[in-house]
C-alpha cells in the first residue's frame, strides 16, 4: 500500500474482466512521471455479456482499489477492450469533413453489428498511403453499444470520477508507444494478453491498420493446461508459480526421469497461441498485399507468469518479439513504491498508462464517450446558473421599493444582456444560412455518393469471411459474384482430398452462405502439389489467393454435395452428401467419410465451390429506404 498525502489526479482506468489497472501521470515539460499505480481483483460477477451489469458494486471496488493505493481520482479515462467493440478500416470517396461525417451517419449500420438506436461511434480520417487511390480516402472507425457505454459511465458516477473518455485498448497503449516507434518503417505488431482475450493489432508509421481478439487469454490458458493436467484453473495457476515452465529450453536438455506433463500441457496450448498469432500477421500482410511487412511485435499484459515467453514466440513465428518496457517510456517517482513491486506489474499498465496520457491531448480522438454526456453537464450547469439567476431576481423585487435608482441599473443591465445575448445568437443565424446554401451547392455530390451506396457490393462482407474459413492447404484462384442469381462461385486448388472435406466442414458452420455445392478432382498430370500454406483473407477474381472462404447454414436444412467428373488424367471420386451439422469436433475426417485419403505427393486437387448468399446479407432495401429519407431532408432543408 502507497504512504503518503493524497491527491487528486486525472488517471487511466484499464478494466479488464477481473482486475482494475490504474495509472497516475504527471507532466514536467516533455517528461511523463508516473506519480502511481494501482492494480486490484474486481469480482466477475460485476459483468455479464460484456458490459458492467452492477455499476454501483464495481464503483464502490474501484474506490476501495485507488484509497488503498492513496489514489484520489479526480477525471478518468476508460478502457474498452477490443472484443466489446468495432475497430476497423472503411473507404470513402475523398470529401469535405462534414460530407464524411454525413456519409458515416447514414451508412454506420452496414459497419457495425450493434442494433439501430444502440450505436456510439467515432471516426478519424487516415493520411493517404503511397499508391493508394487518389480518389478514394481511409477512415478509421470505432465503435461500440450505447448500453455499454452508459454502464461504464454509471460506474464512474458511482466512484465519484467524473468520466472524460472512453478509448479502445489497443490505441490506448499506442498512446504510450508511438513516440518510441517514430522513424520506424515496418509495421509493429502489439499483443495484449488480458484475462479472457489477446488483442491483437497493427500499426504502420503511427498510424492503426488492423486488431484482431483472439480467443487465448491468460484465463483460458490456465483453464486449457487445467483441463490436460485433469486439475482446476487455480490449481494450474498455483504449479506455474511454484515450478515456472521455460519454454525457450530445448528438448534434449529436459532431463527424461522427472514429471515433464505440466511443461508438455503448456507447450501443447501455446501451440495453439502461437497459430492464431501467426495467422494474425499472414492475414494482415496478405489484407496489404504483401507490401506492408511487421517487422516486429511488442508483447505486454498478464503473462508473467510464463518465463521468457516473448523469446519462445520470437523463436516460433522468426519475428522480433520483446516485452513492452514501461521504465523506458516513462519515469518512475522514486519513494512512491518498491522498484520491486513496480517490476511486478510493470507489463500490466502499458494500457492504463496510455489512458492516462490521452488527458494530455488537447483534442481528444476516438473518443467512444457519446456527444449527449456534454450536452446533458451542460445543462446542468445552464440549471445552476438560472437558478443564481431567479435568485438574483428575487433580491432585487425585495428591494425595488427601496431603491428605484437600483431597480432602473437592473434593467439596464438586462437589456445590455438581452442585447449581448442577441448579438451572440446572431453568427449562429448566419452560419445555418452559410450551411444551406453549402447544401445546396454540395446537393449534386450528395446524390452521387447515395448513388454509390445504393449500388454498393457486399465485398467486404465476403471477403472477412473467406479469410476466416479456408484451410491453410486450400487456395483460390477465383472468386465472382453473379448478382441476377445472387450466387458466389469460387475455384481453387487444395495439396490433397482430406483439405478439401476440412474445408467443407469449414463451410458447413459458416452463417454467411447456404445452398453450397463443390466439384473436385485430382490433377494427377499436373505439377506436384502447392506450395507453403498460404497467408489468410483476401479474394476477387483478380489472382491467386492463400486462405479464404465461408459457408453458413441458411434457413432450413441443406447438403453440401461433392462430385468428381471422371475426365482424363483424373481421379474420380463417387457422390457424397454431408448432412449440415453432422460433422462433430474432435471426429476423424477419414473415419467419418469411410475412405482413405492416401495419394501420392504429386496429386494436386482442383474443386469449384458454388454458393448463395444469404437473403439478409444482400438485401440492401432498408438502407436504400433511409437514403430515400436523407434525400427528402435535403429537399426540405433547400426549401426552408
Not at 508473467?304 to 522468426?318: H, R, S, V, W
Not at 431567479?390 to 437600483?406: E, M, Q, R
Not at 483473407?537 to 489472382?543: A, K
Not at 448432412?579 to 494436386?604: H, L, N, V
Amino acid at each position: 500500500m502507497a504512504q503518503g498525502a493524497a491527491k487528486k489526479y486525472d488517471v487511466g482506468l484499464d478494466l479488464t474482466s477481473n482486475e482494475l489497472r490504474c495509472t497516475a501521470i504527471s507532466r514536467k515539460g516533455k517528461e511523463m512521471i508516473l506519480e502511481r499505480f494501482a492494480v486490484g481483483d474486481i469480482p466477475s460477477s460485476v459483468f455479464a455479456a460484456g458490459r458492467v451489469a452492477e455499476p454501483g458494486q464495481l464503483g464502490n471496488r474501484i474506490k476501495e482499489i485507488l484509497k488503498e493505493n492513496g489514489i484520489v481520482a479526480r477525471r478518468a479515462i476508460i478502457s474498452l477492450s477490443g472484443k466489446a467493440a468495432i475497430t476497423r478500416i472503411i473507404e470513402l470517396p475523398k470529401m469535405g469533413a462534414a460530407q464524411t461525417r454525413q456519409a458515416i451517419s447514414l451508412q454506420i449500420n452496414q459497419y457495425v453489428p450493434f442494433p439501430p438506436g444502440d450505436t456510439v461511434y467515432d471516426y478519424k480520417v487516415l493520411p493517404a498511403r503511397e499508391g493508394a487511390n487518389p480518389a478514394m480516402q481511409e477512415v478509421l472507425l470505432v465503435a461500440t453499444r450505447a448500453t455499454t457505454v452508459d454502464s461504464l459511465i454509471a460506474t464512474m458516477r458511482s466512484a465519484g470520477i467524473e468520466c472524460e473518455g472512453i478509448k479502445i485498448t489497443s490505441l490506448a497503449a499506442w498512446n504510450l508507444i508511438e513516440s518510441s516507434m517514430e522513424g520506424y518503417t515496418s509495421a509493429v505488431g502489439l499483443i495484449d494478453m488480458r484475462d479472457t482475450v489477446t488483442d491483437l493489432s497493427f500499426f504502420l508509421k503511427g498510424q492503426f491498420r488492423l486488431s484482431r481478439p483472439v480467443e487465448l487469454g491468460y484465463n483460458n490458458i490456465l483453464a486449457k493446461v487445467g483441463q490436460l493436467l485433469g486439475v482446476s484453473a487455480q490449481e494450474a495457476e498455483e504449479y506455474l508459480k511454484a515450478d515456472p515452465v521455460d519454454l525457450t529450453i530445448p528438448e534434449d536438455e529436459i532431463d527424461p526421469t522427472e514429471d515433464n506433463r505440466l511443461r508438455e500441457a503448456l507447450l501443447s496450448v501455446f501451440s495453439g497461441f502461437v497459430s492464431e498469432l501467426i495467422r494474425s500477421i499472414r492475414y494482415y500482410e496478405s489484407q496489404a498485399q504483401r507490401t506492408e511487412r511487421v517487422g516486429k511485435m511488442l508483447l505486454f499484459g498478464s503473462g508473467t507468469i510464463f518465463p521468457n515467453l516473448a523469446k519462445y514466440l520470437e523463436d516460433q513465428t522468426g519475428l522480433e518479439v520483446t516485452d513492452l518496457s514501461l521504465s523506458s517510456m516513462l519515469q518512475y517517482r522514486q519513494g512512491t513504491y518498491s522498484l520491486e513491486h513496480l517490476n511486478q506489474e510493470a507489463s500490466k499498465l502499458p494500457v492504463a498508462a496510455g489512458l492516462c496520457l490521452e488527458h494530455f491531448r488537447k483534442k481528444k480522438s476516438l473518443n467512444l464517450m457519446p456527444p449527449s454526456y456534454y450536452t446533458k453537464a451542460i445543462n446542468k450547469q445552464i440549471a445552476a446558473i438560472g437558478v443564481v439567476i431567479l435568485l438574483a431576481i428575487g433580491f432585487w423585487y425585495y428591494s425595488i421599493d427601496k431603491d428605484l435608482n437600483g431597480k432602473i441599473n437592473t434593467l439596464n443591465g438586462e437589456v445590455q444582456q438581452r442585447e449581448g445575448e442577441a448579438a451572440r445568437l446572431k453568427p449562429a443565424a448566419d452560419d445555418f444560412d452559410a450551411n444551406k446554401n453549402d447544401i445546396i451547392a454540395q446537393r449534386p455530390k450528395f446524390n452521387q455518393i447515395f448513388s454509390l451506396f445504393k449500388e454498393q457490393r457486399i465485398w467486404p462482407e465476403i471477403m472477412d469471411e473467406v479469410g476466416n474459413r479456408i484451410n491453410d492447404r486450400v487456395w483460390l484462384d477465383q472468386i465472382d459474384f453473379e448478382a441476377s442469381t445472387n450466387t458466389v462461385t469460387m475455384e481453387g486448388v487444395a495439396v490433397d482430398r482430406v483439405d478439401i472435406y476440412q474445408f467443407l466442414i469449414n463451410l458447413d458452420r459458416s452463417p454467411y452462405f447456404t445452398n453450397t455445392g463443390v466439384s473436385e478432382n485430382a490433377d494427377t498430370g499436373g505439377a506436384g502439389g502447392a506450395g507453403g500454406g498460404g497467408g489468410s483473407g483476401g479474394g476477387g477474381s483478380s489472382g491467386p489467393i492463400g486462405r479464404g472462404i465461408s459457408s453458413s447454414p441458411g434457413p432450413g436444412t441443406s447438403t453440401t454435395s461433392v462430385a468428381a467428373p471422371a475426365q482424363s488424367g483424373t481421379r474420380p471420386m463417387q457422390d457424397y452428401k454431408l448432412p449440415r451439422g453432422s460433422f462433430q469436433p474432435g471426429a476423424s475426417i477419414e473415419d467419418f467419410f469411410q475412405r482413405d485419403f492416401t495419394e501420392t505427393s504429386t496429386i494436386q486437387w482442383k474443386f469449384e465451390v458454388t454458393t448463395d448468399l444469404q437473403n439478409e446479407i444482400v438485401n440492401q432495401e432498408a438502407a436504400v429506404q433511409d437514403i430515400i429519407q436523407i434525400e427528402e431532408v435535403i429537399d426540405d432543408v433547400v426549401s426552408t
